[in-house]
């Protein structure tokens, strides 16, 4: 158990619906990380936040967005969902900033669009 | 545009035996590398690291090997055990373009027989 939780494990809904995925980081840790792993894709980096502000961004579409809160849980939503945008959306944490860090990462949320 | 690559989907190698998983880079400003290892309904979870300034780093049965000249490591597991089948990621901090990122290579999957 790496001290990461995201909720829900599985999502299932239609093309064009929005969903929004949580992620609550271990204890003590700072940065939030969003990943996307499609069918034979390695992970690919979405967005960091670093104590509520974004700090990082990767390919993310501009129907994604995410925000990390006060209490250091963060959200990434989806919106104007595609069938390409199934995937296993993974959040990770770590105490920094730097991605040098060791990050710890949630068992993951499976959205499937139909 | 893969950064990382892991060119072995797959891998298959006898119990008692060694596994050798390789990954090779693009970027040469990347100065240190992890590999995570990944079971089935879990996230990633960090294995091993290395600094570019050292060409080996060994943690009891794994072993990671940089070559810095080839842009190439191998993360070695002696003895392999059937526990060891995952999903190994190959990882590395880009810090170019202003934004740091953990890009990841497509994985292998090893399979360790009994």
């Known amino acids: 158990d790496s001290g990461v939780t995201q909720t829900p494990k599985h999502l299932i809904t239609a093309t064009g619906q929005r969903v929004t995925l949580r992620c609550s980081p271990r204890?003590?840790?700072?940065?939030v990380y969003w990943y996307q792993q499609s069918l034979d894709q390695g992970l690919q980096f979405l967005i960091q936040?670093?104590?509520?502000?974004?700090?990082a961004k990767g390919n993310i579409l501009e129907r994604f967005s995410a925000q990390q809160f006060p209490d250091l849980h963060s959200e990434l939503n989806l919106s104007s969902l595609e069938l390409g945008d199934s995937a296993l959306y993974f959040c990770?944490?770590?105490?920094?900033?730097?991605?040098?860090?060791?990050?710890?990462f949630g068992p993951g949320t499976r959205l499937t669009v139909l | 545009d893969q950064q990382v690559k892991q060119n072995s989907p797959s891998l298959s190698v006898q119990e008692g035996r060694i596994s050798i998983l390789n990954c090779d880079y693009t970027n040469s400003m990347f100065d240190y590398f992890l590999w995570y290892k990944k079971y089935p309904a879990e996230g990633p979870t960090f294995l091993i690291s290395i600094s570019s300034i050292k060409d080996k780093n060994e943690d009891g049965r794994f072993t990671v090997f940089l070559n810095k000249s080839a842009k190439h490591l191998s993360l070695h597991i002696v003895p392999s055990q059937p526990g060891d089948s995952a999903v190994y990621f190959c990882?590395?901090?880009?810090?170019?373009?202003?934004?740091?990122?953990?890009?990841f290579g497509k994985g292998t999957k090893l399979t360790v027989n009994p």
């Open positions: 204890s003590g840790d700072l940065s």
């Open positions: 936040y670093y104590n509520g502000e974004e700090r």
């Open positions: 990882a590395a901090p880009d810090t170019q373009g202003g934004s740091e990122k953990l890009v």
């Open positions: 990770a944490s770590s105490v920094g900033a730097s991605s040098y860090n060791e990050q710890f």
